[in-house]
């Protein structure tokens, strides 16, 4: 199966292959360059074919729900939206649960992406003893949703933490043990500070603009991103960096620790499109991790950014997130871009190829003996102009980057590992008609590289031709 990507205008139609998406494509542009466009021809082609469609963007893009939600109604689809900024006149807003899918060590995982990575010895012993705590916590209100089939959200989970003897009390009936170590944190005074500070810091994103949201209670619109997939949903996470940069960080890490734990949990290869727009905005090791573990699995992942370099020059770690990220796709499509070292990187991805450079030189004088005089009259002692050509094998990107720089709106390099490591410039198509495609030049047929060469040879050998005419002639 395969997504057209290439408008009316371009001079072929250019599909990309699903079994390429499989090995994971990435597609950066600058603001108004086409990058979201591109992005949506993927969507639609999911959509239209009745797959599952998981969108992460970074930058909480609204107009994002209008066009995916008429994408979604055109084809008859349920579509799901979760918010850092809900409003009740937001269609398909859900609610959002983590505790859907995973195990008890899976659901640990997942709060504890809630909470600031240690710096130090010091704060590696307190986030330590966090995991621990919640590692209990887990496992008590995961051995209870198995035994009792009662559903656990945030808000449930919080409302334990909050009143330590009920949770106890709940620990009896599953696990005795368990109860005895929930006990003696609560009761000691220094770890029953950390249980206090866990409590506070889960109430920032239970009691937000968006907490409610992370309760189901009441709510028949949830999100349950396992059975999105198996069902062939359209679910839609719009974070905001700007107005919320550590919350839509940390809401994005536990969103994508759900879906590694969904596609691991698949017993069979199940084809699922997963982009993640903007993703430097919340780029952290386990995207990276996740796109590349569940390949097998059947992600099929689409990577957006306005830029590469922007993004490594914000830490170390996302400078080695953004490589991870390079070097896992096999596919990319390029859109302009301002930075000059993101025109330089993908030009580098591209490659470079060998390519002949020829001159000729014009001597007024006869040439000396240790040269080769290409010329020669029957009298060696006549003073005429003498000529030699020269040939050079240079190496040269594919593609230029100030070809890359320069690209109109909705231009775009293609470049394909998989297939055959062609890059072409083409016109993408405008998944929703709203503008005109700007029309490109008819490409000569190609012509394989015996022919190239030969005219390039031809035209030295005319051009030396012409030469001796002259000479001859003087």
Same mark, same amino acid.
């Given at each position: 199966?395969?997504?057209?990507?290439?408008?009316?205008?371009?001079?072929?139609?250019?599909?990309?292959?699903?079994?390429?998406?499989?090995?994971?494509?990435?597609?950066?542009?600058?603001?108004?360059?086409?990058?979201?466009?591109?992005?949506?021809?993927?969507?639609?082609?999911?959509?239209?074919?009745?797959?599952?469609?998981?969108?992460?963007?970074?930058?909480?893009?609204?107009?994002?729900?209008?066009?995916?939600?008429?994408?979604?109604?055109?084809?008859?689809?349920?579509?799901?939206?979760?918010?850092?900024?809900?409003?009740?006149?937001?269609?398909?807003?859900?609610?959002?649960?983590?505790?859907?899918?995973?195990?008890?060590?899976?659901?640990?995982?997942?709060?504890?992406?809630?909470?600031?990575?240690?710096?130090?010895?010091?704060?590696?012993?307190?986030?330590?003893?966090?995991?621990?705590?919640?590692?209990?916590?887990?496992?008590?209100?995961?051995?209870?949703?198995?035994?009792?089939?009662?559903?656990?959200?945030?808000?449930?989970?919080?409302?334990?933490?909050?009143?330590?003897?009920?949770?106890?009390?709940?620990?009896?009936?599953?696990?005795?043990?368990?109860?005895?170590?929930?006990?003696?944190?609560?009761?000691?005074?220094?770890?029953?500070?950390?249980?206090?500070?866990?409590?506070?810091?889960?109430?920032?994103?239970?009691?937000?603009?968006?907490?409610?949201?992370?309760?189901?209670?009441?709510?028949?619109?949830?999100?349950?991103?396992?059975?999105?997939?198996?069902?062939?949903?359209?679910?839609?996470?719009?974070?905001?960096?700007?107005?919320?940069?550590?919350?839509?960080?940390?809401?994005?890490?536990?969103?994508?620790?759900?879906?590694?734990?969904?596609?691991?949990?698949?017993?069979?290869?199940?084809?699922?499109?997963?982009?993640?727009?903007?993703?430097?905005?919340?780029?952290?090791?386990?995207?990276? @991790?996740?796109?590349? =573990?569940? #390949?097998?699995? /059947?992600?099929?992942? %689409?990577?957006?950014?306005?830029? *590469?370099?922007?993004?490594?020059?914000?830490?170390?770690?996302?400078?080695?997130?953004?490589?991870?990220?390079?070097?896992?796709?096999?596919?990319?499509?390029?859109?302009?871009?301002?930075?000059?070292?993101?025109?330089?990187?993908?030009?580098?991805?591209?490659?470079?190829?060998?390519?002949?450079?020829?001159?000729?030189?014009?001597?007024?004088?006869?040439?000396?003996?240790?040269?080769?005089?290409?010329?020669?009259?029957?009298? @060696?002692?006549?003073? =005429?102009? #003498?000529?030699? /050509?020269?040939?050079? %094998?240079?190496?040269?990107?594919? *593609?230029?980057?100030?070809?890359?720089?320069?690209?109109?709106?909705?231009?775009?390099?293609?470049?394909?590992?998989?297939?055959?490591?062609?890059?072409?410039?083409?016109?993408?198509?405008?998944?929703?008609?709203?503008?005109?495609?700007?029309?490109?030049?008819?490409?000569?047929?190609?012509?394989?590289?015996?022919?190239?060469?030969?005219?390039?040879?031809?035209?030295?050998?005319?051009?030396?031709?012409?030469?001796?005419?002259?000479?001859?002639?003087?």
């Amino acid at each position: 199966m395969t997504t057209l990507i290439s408008a009316p205008s371009s001079y072929r139609n250019i599909e990309m292959s699903d079994e390429e998406l499989n090995q994971h494509m990435l597609i950066i542009g600058t603001t108004g360059a086409g990058k979201t466009n591109t992005i949506l021809n993927f969507v639609d082609s999911a959509i239209l074919r009745n797959l599952p469609c998981i969108y992460l963007d970074g930058k909480g893009s609204v107009d994002l729900i209008d066009k995916l939600g008429s994408l979604a109604t055109k084809y008859n689809r349920v579509f799901k939206v979760f918010t850092l900024r809900p409003d009740e006149n937001i269609p398909n807003l859900a609610a959002y649960n983590t505790f859907s899918a995973g195990n008890a060590t899976e659901w640990k995982n997942r709060i504890m992406s809630l909470f600031a990575e240690a710096q130090g010895k010091g704060q590696e012993h307190f986030s330590l003893a966090e995991q621990n705590y919640i590692n209990f916590v887990s496992n008590v209100l995961y051995q209870h949703s198995q035994k009792t089939g009662h559903t656990v959200d945030l808000k449930i989970l919080l409302s334990f933490l909050e009143n330590p003897d009920l949770l106890e009390k709940l620990a009896n009936t599953v696990d005795p043990i368990l109860a005895g170590k929930l006990e003696k944190i609560h009761n000691d005074k220094e770890t029953k500070h950390m249980a206090t500070d866990v409590v506070r810091l889960l109430e920032l994103f239970i009691y937000s603009s968006y907490g409610g949201l992370l309760s189901t209670d009441g709510k028949s619109n949830i999100i349950n991103l396992r059975e999105s997939i198996l069902n062939n949903e359209v679910v839609l996470f719009l974070f905001d960096a700007s107005a919320y940069p550590e919350d839509s960080k940390k809401m994005a890490k536990m969103v994508i620790n759900d879906i590694n734990s969904c596609f691991s949990s698949f017993r069979e290869f199940t084809k699922c499109f997963c982009i993640f727009d903007e993703f430097g905005s919340y780029a952290s090791s386990n995207l990276a @991790e996740t796109i590349s =573990l569940q #390949r097998s699995q /059947g992600m099929h992942a %689409i990577i957006g950014t306005q830029s *590469i370099t922007t993004v490594k020059l914000k830490s170390s770690e996302t400078r080695r997130i953004a490589e991870e990220l390079i070097a896992c796709c096999n596919s990319f499509i390029i859109h302009r871009v301002n930075h000059a070292d993101d025109a330089e990187i993908f030009a580098q991805v591209i490659g470079t190829k060998n390519s002949a450079e020829y001159s000729t030189t014009i001597y007024d004088k006869p040439l000396n003996s240790n040269k080769i005089d290409i010329f020669r009259r029957k009298n @060696e002692n006549e003073d =005429l102009p #003498r000529a030699i /050509g020269n040939m050079s %094998i240079v190496e040269k990107y594919k *593609i230029n980057p100030e070809e890359i720089k320069t690209l109109k709106q909705g231009e775009a390099i293609i470049y394909r590992k998989v297939t055959n490591n062609e890059a072409i410039k083409i016109q993408i198509r405008d998944v929703f008609g709203l503008a005109k495609a700007p029309e490109l030049p008819k490409l000569p047929p190609r012509r394989n590289p015996l022919q190239s060469e030969l005219i390039i040879w031809g035209a030295v050998a005319i051009g030396i031709l012409v030469l001796i005419i002259r000479c001859t002639h003087t």
